[in-house]
């Protein structure tokens, strides 16, 4: 039998793990307004396939139901998640 040996891990691009600033597209409240636009978290929960990213403000599933415990689940590899970048700044959109 052929003998294998690795140099190192393969790679897990595109994961998220516990404690990184993120960005996730969803609805929220904005200065008294609700909008849909990407709103900064943290990740407190992740897994090979699952990310639960919670936030300081309110945000809302898309059928309108308020989280009451600021925390959102997106998959992995969803669009809607991304690493925080500070530099990043526009006019969300309103609902």
């Excluded at 925390?71 to 992995?76: F, G, K, N, P």
Aim: hydrophobic content about 35%; glycine content about 6%; some cysteine.
């Amino acid at each position: 039998m052929a003998e294998l040996r690795f140099t190192s891990a393969p790679e897990k691009e595109g994961i998220f793990s516990v404690g990184e600033d993120v960005e996730v597209y969803c609805d929220h409240d904005l200065q008294g307004e609700r909008v849909r636009d990407w709103l900064r978290g943290v990740v407190v929960q992740a897994d090979s396939k699952m990310v639960a990213v919670q936030f300081m403000d309110n945000v809302y599933l898309t059928d309108g139901w308020m989280v009451p415990d600021h925390v959102l689940w997106c998959t992995q590899k969803s669009t809607g998640i991304r690493l925080y970048r500070s530099n990043r700044r526009r006019k969300p959109r309103t609902l």
